[in-house]
T-cell receptor, first 112, second 109 residues
Framework: DGGITQSPKYLFRKEGQNVTLSCEQNLNHDAMYWYRQDPGQGLRLIYYSQIVNDFQKGDIAEGYSVSREKKESFPLTVTSAQKNPTAFYLC???????????FGDGTRLSIL | GQQVMQIPQYQHVQEGEDFTTYCNSSTTLSNIQWYKQRPGGHPVFLIQLVKSGEVKKQKRLTFQFGEAKKNSSLHITATQTTDVGTYFCAVNTGNQFYFGTGTSLTVIP
């Protein structure tokens, strides 16, 4: 959706390396989310943040970390502890509970 | 976490045929949302259903929310090649969204 920028579009990770995926939004939405999408498994929630300086684990947070220092930014770090990081990562925002989610274009992460 | 079962996982139809995907939950839902993801793209919000038995239409798409608010369906009449993609239902528990596994629709011209 316009207003949510994810970068890079493609990312390659070497063994033992941490990589950071960027998500920036200018929609002034309070809530931001990170999802992982694997073929045939839909979207699974990694982390979410309802407010600056606060975030919560989703169902598959192990091997990932996030920060929310600014309302506009919610970067996701895929650490070396995540043994199977190859996936499509989607960042989303919304205005609050029960509101539609808006998605960025995603980042495709692969292992070298 | 919240379980949302979506069927079928895949559906191939001839252009002009109808298509339906179903979402089922074991618990009563406060609302349900539907999204469409084109191949290579990101999910895009289609609609939200809130009321028991609610039916909403968007051109050839008809969305229903069950009377018990535990299931929902999306029906496309006379599919077109532009309908290709994966359709997801999603439920919100207040803080989190839980997405169904999606139904991937292929339309054969």
């Amino acid at each position: 959706d316009g207003g949510i920028t994810q970068s890079p579009k493609y990312l390659f990770r070497k063994e033992g390396q941490n990589v950071t995926l960027s998500c920036e939004q200018n929609l002034n939405h309070d809530a931001m989310y990170w999802y992982r999408q694997d073929p045939g498994q839909g979207l699974r929630l990694i982390y979410y943040s309802q407010i600056v300086n606060d975030f919560q684990k989703g169902d598959i947070a192990e091997g990932y970390s996030v920060s929310r220092e600014k309302k506009e930014s919610f970067p996701l770090t895929v650490t070396s502890a995540q043994k199977n990081p190859t996936a499509f990562y989607l960042c989303a925002t919304d205005r609050g509970s029960n509101q539609p989610q808006h998605f960025g274009d995603g980042t495709r992460l692969s292992i070298l | 976490g919240q379980q949302v079962m979506q069927i079928p996982q895949y559906q191939h139809v001839q252009e002009g045929e109808d298509f339906t995907t179903y979402c089922n939950s074991s618990t009563t839902l406060s609302n349900i949302q539907w999204y469409k993801q084109r191949p290579g793209g990101h999910p895009v919000f289609l609609i939200q259903l809130v009321k028991s038995g609610e039916v909403k239409k968007q051109k050839r798409l008809t969305f229903q929310f069950g009377e018990a608010k535990k299931n929902s369906s999306l029906h496309i009449t006379a599919t077109q090649t532009t309908d290709v993609g994966t359709y997801f239902c999603a439920v919100n528990t207040g803080n989190q969204f839980y997405f169904g596994t999606g139904t991937s629709l292929t339309v054969i011209p």
